[in-house]
């Protein structure tokens, strides 16, 4: 019972420490989604120019989504027309170049985990446009655009086919500061949380298991930690497998991905452990549902492929300039709940979330929670005034 107990308390610490973080990063991704419609974002997708690819990463980056969301909602933008490489640039920035996601690393293993997350994202973004340039022919792609139109069902249907954006005309600021701008804002922000807690909460456990009761020894081992370049060509390599293996996606892998850290993993593979959430069996399992057996394989070829090549990226070029941070300096929090800025923080940001959900309960958001998971031909959610 005491091991139990401590692994509880572990993943309850970690916790805490990235409430305010999750908040944060999911109100400022509800902002934007409140106010860009994806009928817009579709029309910018059309080719698989940089210039195309670069504004489909930021887009994604601002439409922060849980992983399944994300791959559902790519499917969606390709069937409306958008390129099939620029709908898979959003769907990786959509997972991996968020706020939540860079301020939840910086607290937990440290900025230089946040400046390698928004370096290395680009860097796959760029080798997987490359590969499919080379790879992709005209033949798989449009037998995956055939079964995309069969429409099955994978998994965040309902919520990746809503649009909770304002329709009423005016400037940014005007459908944000208006009623129905604090309505939608509500809506994607409850959302959003209700498509990531499942993944979170078992990432959390998962962590705080392994924690507690994987001893130290074997990671160090694992990952040929006393043998340096050893462990810098094995991570990139082993992190992505961990991670499919883990069926943990989103951000629930970054509490993961510390107790990796602390174990020996190198600063590549951590790299490439966290942007492989999109890779996981469930997800590759939806792709075949989604574009066929064929280009499910072809992605998870091609993912595989660009995630660690940009592992190996990030580990020598900050290497190179000295930025990798000491492993042993590498703690996972203990301490619960003290009062310290954390705790303030947290307060501030609960309030936050609690006036949200209020709203969302009051304009019809338990309707939209049981749409959830329902057809991806399910009618959008409109806010018009």
């Not at 489909?56 to 390129?83: D, E, I, P």
């Not at 910086?106 to 946040?114: E, I, K, V």
């Not at 760029?126 to 069969?150: I, N, S, T, W």
Request: a positive charge; aromatic letters at 12%; hydrophobic letters at 55%.
């Amino acid at each position: 019972m005491s091991a139990i107990t401590h692994a509880l308390s572990l993943a309850g610490s970690m916790t805490w420490e990235i409430t305010w973080a999750l908040i944060l990063g999911f109100a400022l991704s509800a902002i934007v989604q409140a106010v860009v419609r994806k009928s817009t974002v579709v029309g910018l997708l059309g080719d698989d120019r940089p210039r195309t690819l670069a504004l489909a990463s930021a887009l994604g980056a601002a439409s922060s989504s849980c992983s399944y969301a994300a791959v559902a909602l790519a499917r969606s933008l390709f069937r409306k027309g958008a390129h099939f490489t620029a709908a898979m640039a959003f769907e990786i920035a959509s997972t991996n170049l968020v706020v939540e996601l860079g301020v939840i690393l910086a607290l937990l293993l440290g900025w230089q985990f946040t400046a390698a997350e928004f370096i290395g994202g680009p860097v796959m973004i760029l080798l997987l446009a490359l590969l499919f340039r080379l790879f992709l022919r005209e033949k798989l792609l449009g037998r995956a655009r055939e079964q995309a139109e069969r429409g099955l069902a994978g998994s965040m249907e309902g919520h990746a086919a809503m649009d909770m954006s304002v329709r009423r005309e005016g400037s940014f600021a005007q459908r944000l500061f208006s009623g129905a701008g604090f309505t939608s804002t509500a809506h994607v922000f409850v959302m959003e949380w209700a498509a990531i807690i499942k993944d979170l909460v078992i990432g959390l456990l998962i962590a705080g298991a392994i924690a507690a009761w994987v001893p130290d020894s074997f990671w160090r081992a694992f990952f040929f930690e006393g043998h340096p370049l050893a462990a810098k060509l094995w991570g990139p390599l082993i992190g992505p497998l961990v991670a499919i293996a883990s069926f943990v996606c989103s951000i629930g892998n970054v509490p993961l991905a510390v107790v990796l850290w602390k174990g020996g993993i190198s600063f590549g593979g951590v790299v490439a452990f966290i942007f492989s959430d999109l890779l996981i069996l469930p997800i590759l399992n939806i792709y075949r549902k989604y574009y066929g057996a064929k280009m499910a394989l072809f992605l998870l070829g091609t993912f595989y492929a660009a995630v660690v090549v940009a592992g190996y990226f990030v580990e020598f070029t900050f290497g190179a300039l000295g930025l990798i941070p000491h492993q042993a300096d590498a703690q996972i929090p203990m301490s619960g709940v003290s009062w310290n800025y954390t705790t303030w923080l947290n307060i501030v940001f609960l309030l936050l979330a609690a006036a949200l959900v209020h709203r969302f309960l009051r304009t019809g958001g338990r309707a939209m929670l049981r749409m959830m998971g329902g057809s991806p031909h399910e009618p959008h959610e409109e806010h018009a005034a």
